[in-house]
């Protein structure tokens, strides 16, 4: 008799589960299928382009599309500048959100169209804002899935975020300015393992300032550059290192103040 009212009250806990996560990928599709349509109202908006322009308009995915890509913007930007920014700043969104790589080359090709301040204004804002919707479409579907497959692994991480809880910040400033993770990897997890939403997105448009800075000042040689890779020299990644230590020191000012007066 107990097996029989045991049994019954699993199945319609799992039922919900099903539904729940169905409801979550309808709902994850429906958003893209959204932002696939905000991209191709921004493509629409744009001027008639000529003949031999219109394959040029495309996402950047190596450095030459980027070329062809900024040409064809810097042709249209002063006649039609908040189009262009509209443009990149959309699209941008759009590749941070659905974590589709790329947007180093948007970043790349703010610093060729635009000044120094507005490019890293636009940068950092995008990547927070686009940052923000994965994690947000992560935590609709994210933790169902890895809890479902990776419980045990979920849990640890989860008590790693916990201990630091009031250092996250610095936490998610350091992970930003260095290339320990991946930035899809760190939107699609920190969700998952319980990073809150503020320090997450506080540390992303901030974390992201002192690489952007690499990326945009060298969308100023665009067309000199063979690869994103040039864009990257020894005195850079020297500068994000010390940046990501500075970012760290309180963390570490903390704990030492902390040994001290236990």
């Excluded at 002063?78 to 990149?88: E, I, K, S, T």
């Excluded at 699209?91 to 947007?103: D, M, N, R, W």
């Excluded at 997890?189 to 990326?215: C, E, L, R, Y």
Aim: net charge positive.
């Amino acid at each position: 008799m107990n097996t029989q009212v045991n049994a019954k009250s699993v199945l319609p806990k799992a039922t919900n589960g099903e539904v729940s996560t169905k409801r979550a990928v309808l709902t994850v599709g429906l958003i893209f299928i959204a932002s696939l349509t905000a991209l191709f109202y921004v493509y629409m908006s744009f001027p008639e382009l000529e003949q031999h322009e219109k394959q040029y308009m495309k996402l950047p995915f190596h450095i030459e599309d980027a070329k062809n890509l900024g040409k064809l913007l810097e042709r249209y930007k002063d006649l039609y500048y908040f189009q262009v920014l509209a443009g990149l700043f959309i699209t941008y969104i759009f590749l941070q959100t659905f974590a589709i790589p790329g947007s180093i080359f948007l970043s790349i090709l703010s610093g060729f169209l635009f000044r120094f301040p507005i490019a890293l204004l636009l940068v950092c804002t995008c990547s927070a804002v686009g940052a923000t919707l994965c994690y947000l479409l992560s935590s609709l579907l994210g933790r169902r899935l890895l809890y479902r497959y990776f419980p045990d692994k979920a849990k640890e991480w989860t008590i790693i975020v916990t201990r630091h809880r009031h250092n996250l910040l610095n936490y998610m400033l350091f992970l930003r300015m260095t290339p320990l993770l991946p930035n899809w990897f760190i939107n699609l997890a920190s969700p998952v393992i319980g990073v809150p939403m503020i320090p997450f997105t506080v540390g992303t448009f901030f974390g992201v300032a002192p690489p952007s800075f690499v990326a945009i000042q060298a969308g100023q040689t665009l067309q000199k550059l063979t690869s994103s890779s040039d864009a990257w020299s020894w005195n850079s990644i020297i500068i994000l290192c010390i940046f990501a230590l500075l970012s760290l020191l309180p963390v570490l000012y903390k704990q030492k103040l902390k040994q001290k007066f236990e």
